[in-house]
């Protein structure tokens, strides 16, 4: 069932390999953030901070697939989100 708010992830792999690629909280690494309803912004906690594993990556047709999960920590109250069965067919550029 599709989700009907305006609840974004955006994952980040700036070396990101078929298989399991582990988020940290660092930007220059693999990093995971939730942005939510009420426009505030979760990163990738550092004490869980996830994993996205890539099962499909399909370079002729430009199609990555894969799933993820992840702890983000909302920065200013320490609020956190557990970002769970997470799952992506992206057409890339």
């Known amino acids: 069932m599709?989700?009907?708010?305006?609840?974004?992830?955006q994952l980040t792999l700036p070396k990101g390999v078929v298989g399991t690629n582990l988020?940290?909280?660092?930007?220059?690494?693999?990093?995971?953030?939730?942005y939510d309803n009420n426009f505030k912004i979760f990163k990738t906690?550092?004490?869980?901070p996830g994993q996205v594993v890539i099962s499909r990556l399909d370079t002729v047709n430009r199609i990555v697939s894969g799933r993820f999960t992840f702890d983000a920590e909302f920065v200013v109250s320490r609020e956190t989100v557990k970002i769970t069965e997470g799952r992506f067919d992206v057409k890339y550029e």
Not at 2 to 7: A, C, I, T
Not at 45 to 48: A, E, F, M, R
């Open 2 to 9: 599709p989700v009907l708010n305006k609840d974004r992830v």
């Open 23 to 34: 988020l940290e909280d660092l930007y220059d690494k693999p990093f995971g953030i939730y």
């Open 45 to 48: 906690k550092s004490s869980n």
